[in-house]
């Protein structure tokens, strides 16, 4: 297990400071803004650890207020909404400088038995074992550029392998701009057996690359276009139990832009075909 991944597992063992409050924080590195793909995960592990563990999470709505700040702690308070005889419902709001940055809404659900059917099918992808990683197309691109070296050498929580061009890739090629983002991606050691880990940290992943597959479309990239952008609402199913830490494909697609605002929505199937997780995301896209 390397630092990153041994990293974001503390960060997600939160703090309980009161009942019903927990308290979490952001790794030590130089950025503006909290990543929201950890605000979500944080929120979602809040949420679970006020809920029975035979109930398993499966749905989670959420709304990014405002930006986080990663200097200092993120304070969740949970409210139980609710408990069923099937089902509980939580609400999780998190504050910074006494203001809420996130809320999140998320159900949780007993095991039950009852029909099955799945009409999404995998698309047909080379694996991941014959993919490169990230970080080498990201050096075909970038070069000996040291400016970028100390980023590109550093460790990374999941191993990511694109089987779409990259955002920077289209930007330099007008025929790789499309609508369709496919990754692959697998936290690269051996996890704990506990559903509720492997869900939050497919939470955490969920929200790497679904504002790139808006950027896509356009022939947009971070750093070689003049854009900005954010998360603004965020939607998560999940259908069955899956690890975190085996092969997981990511196919999403933008159906629509306009407006300053962009929809993504995501797949998760594991290596064997099977829908794990449906992802639906709104975010804020401005150009110049």
């Not at 609508?179 to 939050?200: G, I, K, M, S, T």
């Not at 952008?229 to 139990?241: E, I, K, N, P, T």
């Not at 075909?273 to 896209?285: F, H, P, R, Y």
Request: glycine letters at 6%.
């Amino acid at each position: 297990m390397n630092s990153a991944l041994k990293e974001l597992l503390d960060l997600l063992d939160l703090e309980q400071i009161e009942l019903d409050i927990f308290r979490g924080r952001s790794p030590e590195e130089r950025i503006q803004r909290v990543f929201g793909g950890q605000v979500a995960a944080q929120a979602l592990m809040a949420a679970a650890r006020t809920v029975d563990r035979e109930r398993q999470v499966h749905s989670l709505h959420a709304y990014f207020i405002r930006p986080g700040d990663p200097a200092v702690p993120i304070v969740y308070t949970v409210d139980r909404v609710r408990d069923g005889r099937s089902f509980s419902t939580r609400r999780v709001v998190a504050v910074q400088h006494g203001k809420v940055i996130f809320t999140m809404s998320a159900s949780f659900h007993i095991e039950e038995e009852g029909v099955h059917h799945q009409a999404a099918v995998m698309p047909d992808v080379p694996g991941p074992e014959n993919l490169a990683s990230l970080q080498d197309r990201l050096r075909k691109l970038i070069g000996d550029d040291p400016e970028w070296s100390g980023w590109l050498s550093r460790p990374r929580p999941l191993d990511a392998r694109y089987v779409t061009p990259l955002t920077w890739e289209a930007n330099r090629d007008p025929s790789l701009v499309g609508p369709e983002n496919q990754v692959w991606f697998r936290y690269d050691a051996d996890l704990p057996d506990d559903p509720l880990l492997h869900v939050v940290l497919a939470a955490y992943a969920s929200d790497y690359t679904l504002v790139d597959t808006v950027l896509l479309a356009h022939g947009l990239a971070w750093g070689a276009s003049n854009i900005s952008g954010a998360s603004l609402d965020h939607a998560m199913w999940f259908h069955r139990r899956f690890r975190a830490d085996d092969w997981i494909l990511y196919a999403q697609e933008s159906p629509w832009s306009g407006g300053a605002r962009g929809l993504a929505q995501g797949q998760m199937f594991t290596a064997s075909g099977e829908l794990a997780v449906s992802v639906v995301q709104e975010c804020l896209i401005r150009v110049g």
